[in-house]
């Protein structure tokens, strides 16, 4: 079934022209990898789709589960399933990871009219997802990223990410300054969460986190455009030629 | 003129001089001139001296004043010593481009400028002719002016104007040098410099001060600069005065969009130092970045009172102050920021640093924020302290004597902001005196 | 995507909880103040000589002094003479067991949630409850007294332990310290008197509630807290008042005494009437408190939530006269609408070794300004003192300002003092991402607050902190639909 349907999208930030015609469908179950060069717009389409402010949508639209996702405030989104693993993670003093975990999915839980934790059960959910992405318990007692390291931030979010329990998650660059544990753990993580229910959107710069999460589609994103789709071989392709060859030819035959 | 007076206090000594030259008739002032300094020595008796009531002066005692039999004679004759003085001083810069004052007394002689497209007019207040953007400076009156930037404006009689016009990158620095010298009389002295910086141009510019007297001097300076639109200027105020002398300094810096100011204040005078830096940031995208640093020897008192105000959105102040404070000599460091509510997407930093070297010494510190605007990033910090013990025990641990360790601290901590002056000539002369001030070793 | 602006208009909305007014039967004295005034309190409260003595010498150096304007907040000047000084329930003197209390007046502090009967107590905390000009009751005074522990009105005090009183009264804020302390010397009507005898831990929170409820009236209430040697107290102190037209003065002092070895805690979560959304009406509270580390290895700690009040004016100070005594000031002030907080702490370094620590969360928002104000002063014979200072503001809104004026006067080389301070708003990004999760604007702001904010509720005693954490989450949350 259709989860995200993106057509003929193009955004402007600051009067540039960042994504230039995007069209891309997800459907239940699957992963999609979106890879390109830097400045091609992926984080563009990721923050654009969970919604942070200061894009300017000049043309196209987003069908979300049928609902006009552009016309939705960015938590709505998330409640509706929307997860955005940030590229890089903000600090927040003061506030421990586990209060903010536990206002977020009561506020989740609430909007879905389910019935919230209480400290315990909530307690217990948190370690238990901890274990996934093997994070010490202590750090749900230390404020948001607050003086973690990048690799601490990255799995926090895949912490996060299995928190919230969304319907479809796009991990912006999840990957980037990971060292090969990290990598492991992240995509551990992310390969246990996925079922027919719900997609990935994984955005990355390299191929290799696409050795550990197998994707079902890989996008070539090059000036604000999709230029090439194809299946998991593309991005070997794409690492055997390089970015700079994209840029200069367009498309890779096989 | 008056003939030496003899412990009638100061503001009565500024009310004699102002009675004998603006109330006579034959004055020789402009009209506007005249006004100017009736306005000034009406808010000078309104104020009066100011006292430790007052919030800015706080810890800065000034009724010592009042106890030095102070003359208007000028003292502008060159002795062989000032003669000396000068050119010891003209020998070390490598630009020899500069202007020299005695005693407040600009030095023609003894100057030289090599700049084509640069003003420089030595203007004279009892010409009937004045740059419409002197009379402008002087009329600049406002609740900053204290009774000593009154005392200047009533009592200056010349001046330095310089104007730079449009596009024009004057390459070589201008060095203003201020040679005080006084071998028995208790003088007054006043400085006043206006300075233009038209569109687009750059100037590096270098006040030194230096004194060596056997009697009181009072100096009172007044530095009224303008950066208009995409302007820079590149700002050292170096002091090195004895400890007879007793200086009042106020400088105020307008910006305007774009334009770009970088300024160190360094101070290593033995007397007593007061200064006043303002800095206006009323064009956005405009930048100032003020650094100081001050070492208080002996007897010594240096105040240093900074004040900017972010008037307009997008704008940007870096402020950093090191001092050292030994012997039985008095700090004071008073830093204000103050955001307007228009101020939005402004950045301010502040950050003042104090080693307290000795048991006599004694610093106030007190950083300041005003702020009315939310969308800002501002911080400030202050510091006290002595040498940080475990920094010399680490260096100990490498073989490295105690005395030998705090010297290299103690350098390290105040080269800091003098290896960010622009001007290399002036760095090598701040770190000799430094080490000579500090009796540091040479260490390289 | 939800305006900011308008989620932080509404979060001005929020109503003072406290606004009621109790039926209760008063006594008042005439409005005005003049020294038969100060003879009527005095009779009053059947005081011995020297009292009034203390009193009027305090209000005739009152009458030389000019009310201070260095503080950096604005109010029409205030008419000392349309004051009342002195106003009480109508009850026997000095209430000996509840039954003898107005019902209205227990049922005024249950409203409060704090209730004054035996079986409804809370436990773990003794309160004395002040309303006015006068304490109505005080419980587990017999369970204290087992102990030693003095815990009773001041004019209680005055009459059981008038040698405790005399000796300490006005000994570290004497009645010229500054213009409303000498006004509270003269006029100062009850208040709590705490005494912990040697070597003696305090089992429960001692605790003050005080309530303005008359109208027209001023509060000068006099706090006088003593640690004996090796002894320990956790006090603290809540005030609410209804909601007036009219601004009412509240002119405290407290003074809190630690001889050697000795620990005092001082907490208030402060939540007098604000004034409205004009700004119309709210508590002037103008409050001189200080305490002094008598004794070596000493320590005084102060903790404030200041959410209330339409001017505050306050600087809970330590003077730190014994060797390696301990000073500590948390603050959290919060000011929303037309409140203005000129609040801060003296930290006076006199001893050897004595350290201070001040935490200081300023958070602004509607036309709100906030100042900090404070003072670090290390003296000559003060050898290894040590000092850090932490001011941070939070800026809600663009209309409100927030200001910092530390004071550092250090006169020893041994001394290592650190202040730092930032001033910022909640930024974008932090909203966004809270957003991301699902957690509204108005949410995350109120989370984010409690989050800055959490360093100084930690230093609150449990019951407290779950009052401070509701009130700043009144101010601040749970106002859009």
């Known amino acids: ?254 | 003129m008056t003939q030496n007076i003899q412990n009638i206090g100061l503001t009565e000594i500024v009310a004699r001089y102002y009675d004998d030259i603006l109330e006579s008739s034959n004055s020789a002032y402009m009209p506007s001139i005249i006004d100017i300094k009736k306005k000034s020595f009406n808010m000078l008796i309104k104020n009066g001296l100011p006292t430790l009531k007052n919030e800015e002066w706080k810890y800065t005692n000034v009724q010592f004043l009042n106890k030095i039999p102070f003359t208007f004679e000028r003292i502008s004759y060159i002795t062989q010593k000032a003669d000396n003085l000068i050119r010891s001083i003209i020998n070390k810069l490598s630009q020899k481009n500069y202007l020299v004052f005695f005693n407040g007394k600009f030095l023609e002689e003894y100057s030289k400028i090599e700049h084509e497209n640069i003003e420089i007019i030595n203007f004279k207040l009892d010409s009937n002719s004045l740059n419409p953007l002197i009379i402008s400076s002087f009329n600049k009156l406002d609740n900053t002016d204290s009774f000593f930037s009154l005392m200047n404006t009533i009592l200056v009689e010349s001046g330095i104007f310089i104007n730079v016009p449009k596009n024009n990158q004057i390459d070589k620095p201008i060095n203003l040098i201020n040679i005080l010298s006084s071998e028995e009389k208790n003088i007054i002295t006043s400085t006043r410099t206006i300075i233009n910086i038209s569109p687009n141009s750059m100037l590096d510019l270098i006040i030194y001060n230096y004194s060596d007297n056997k009697s009181s001097v009072l100096n009172t300076a007044v530095n009224d600069i303008s950066l208009n639109e995409g302007a820079q200027l590149n700002l050292l105020l170096y002091q090195n005065e004895d400890k007879n002398t007793i200086t009042f300094t106020k400088t105020n810096v307008n910006l305007e969009k774009e334009s770009n100011l970088i300024t160190d204040t360094i101070t290593f005078s033995r007397g007593f130092t007061r200064n006043d830096l303002n800095v206006n940031l009323t064009g956005e995208f405009s930048k100032a970045r003020f650094y100081g640093l001050y070492i208080g020897k002996d007897k010594s008192f240096i105040d240093n009172h900074t004040r900017v105000e972010h008037k307009v959105a997008k704008c940007q102040s870096d402020e950093f102050y090191k001092g050292i404070i030994d012997d039985s000599s008095h700090c004071v460091f008073n830093g204000k920021i103050i955001v307007s509510q228009e101020a939005q997407k402004t950045n301010a930093y502040q950050s003042n640093k104090n080693i307290l070297l000795s048991e006599n010494g004694i610093i106030n510190t007190k950083p300041q924020l005003e702020i009315y605007a939310d969308d800002v990033k501002c911080s400030h910090g202050a510091t006290v302290g002595n040498i940080e013990k475990d920094a010399i025990f680490y260096l100990k641990s490498r073989g490295i004597d105690e005395f030998t360790a705090k010297n290299l601290l103690l350098k390290a901590f105040a080269i800091d902001i003098i290896n960010k002056i622009h001007n290399q000539d002036w760095v090598g002369i701040i770190e000799s005196d430094l080490v000579k001030l500090l009796n540091l070793k040479e260490i390289n | 995507m939800g305006n900011g602006n308008d989620i932080l208009e509404k979060l001005t909305q929020s109503d003072y909880k406290h606004g009621f007014v109790s039926n209760i039967e008063q006594e008042l004295a005439p409005k005005g103040l003049n020294e038969d005034i100060i003879r009527f309190i005095s009779q009053k409260k059947n005081e011995p000589d020297w009292m009034l003595e203390w009193r009027l010498k305090a209000f005739r150096y009152w009458q030389t002094m000019k009310e201070p304007k260095w503080a950096k907040v604005y109010y029409p000047s205030i008419d000392y003479q349309d004051i009342h000084y002195y106003a009480a329930p109508v009850k026997k003197p000095g209430p000996k067991s509840l039954d003898e209390v107005d019902p209205e007046l227990i049922k005024t502090f249950e409203k409060l949630g704090i209730p004054l009967e035996e079986q409804k107590r809370l436990s773990g905390v003794a309160v004395d409850a002040v309303l006015d000009s006068v304490s109505v009751a005080t419980t587990f005074k017999d369970k204290l007294a087992e102990l030693g522990i003095i815990f009773c009105p001041i004019s209680e005090a005055l009459q059981e332990h008038p040698d405790l009183v005399r000796q300490y009264i006005g000994s570290v804020v004497p009645y010229t310290d500054n213009y409303f302390a000498a006004l509270n010397s003269a006029v100062f009507s009850d208040g709590s008197f705490c005494y912990i005898p040697k070597g003696v831990r305090c089992p429960m929170e001692l605790s003050t509630y005080f309530r303005i409820n008359a109208s027209s009236t001023g509060q000068f209430e006099r706090t006088l807290i003593i640690a004996d040697e090796g002894s320990y107290v956790s006090y603290l102190e809540g005030c609410t008042a209804p909601i007036r037209d009219e601004n009412q003065l509240h002119a405290a002092v407290v003074e809190l005494i630690a001889h050697k070895d000795a620990e005092i805690k001082y907490s208030t979560v402060q939540n007098w009437y604000p004034g409205d959304k004009e700004g119309k009406g709210g508590i002037y509270n103008f409050v001189t408190k200080r305490g002094i580390c008598l004794g070596e290895n000493s320590r005084i700690s102060w903790t404030q939530v200041e959410t209330g009040s339409a001017i505050t004016w306050k600087y809970p100070s330590c003077i730190l006269k014994g060797d390696n005594s301990v000073g500590e000031f948390y603050s959290v002030a919060l000011t929303n609408n037309f409140q203005q907080a000129d609040t801060g702490t003296k930290m006076i370094h006199i001893g050897k070794n004595t350290r201070s620590r001040i935490i200081s969360k300023g958070i602004s928002a509607g036309r709100s300004q906030n100042s900090y104000r404070g003072l670090v002063k290390i003296n000559k014979k003060a050898q290894n003192a040590r000092n850090f200072s932490q001011c941070d503001s939070l800026l809600i809104g663009d209309k409100c300002g927030a200001h910092t004026f530390p004071y550092i006067d250090i006169e020893n080389n041994t001394a290592i003092v650190e202040h730092e301070a930032t001033t910022s708003k909640i930024s974008d990004d932090i909203l966004f991402y809270f957003n991301q999760r699902g957690i509204s604007k108005e949410d995350a702001i109120g989370i984010v607050v409690n989050g800055y904010a959490r360093e100084i509720l930690n230093q609150l005693p449990m019951e407290f902190a779950v009052e401070a954490r509701k009130l700043l989450s009144v101010s601040l949350e749970g106002s859009v639909g």
Not at chain 1, 81 to 99: D, K, M, R, S, W
Not at chain 1, 171 to 191: F, K, M, P, W, Y
């Open chain 1, 1 to 254: 079934m259709s989860l995200l349907k993106i057509e003929n999208l193009k955004v402007k930030v600051e009067n540039n022209l960042i994504l230039n015609g995007i069209n891309l469908e997800v459907n239940e179950g699957e992963i999609h990898a979106i890879m390109g060069p830097n400045g091609s717009g992926k984080s563009t389409l990721a923050s654009v789709l969970a919604g942070k402010e200061g894009y300017e949508i000049v043309e196209g639209s987003v069908w979300y589960k049928g609902m006009n996702l552009l016309e939705l405030p960015a938590d709505i989104r998330a409640k509706e399933g929307i997860f955005l693993a940030f590229q890089y993670p903000v600090e927040i003093p003061g506030v421990t990871n586990a209060n903010f975990m536990k206002t977020a999915v009561n506020e989740i839980r609430k909007y879905r009219n389910l019935e919230t934790y209480d400290a315990m059960e909530f307690l217990n959910v948190m370690k238990e997802k901890a274990k996934l992405v093997e994070m010490d318990t202590s750090f749900l007692n230390r404020s948001v990223n607050e003086g973690f390291s990048g690799g601490e931030k990255k799995k926090n979010e895949i912490f996060q990410l299995a928190m919230l329990e969304p319907t479809l998650a796009i991990l912006d660059e999840t990957d980037s300054g990971l060292d090969i544990d990290a990598l492991r753990i992240v995509a551990n993580g992310v390969n246990s969460l996925r079922n027919e229910h719900n997609a990935f959107i994984i955005i990355t710069h390299y191929q290799r986190l696409l050795n550990y999460i197998i994707p079902d589609f890989v996008h070539v994103l090059n000036k604000g455009k999709i230029i090439q789709s194809g299946d998991k071989e593309l991005a070997l392709h794409l690492e055997e030629y390089g970015y700079d060859w994209i840029k200069q030819n367009g498309i890779i035959n096989n």
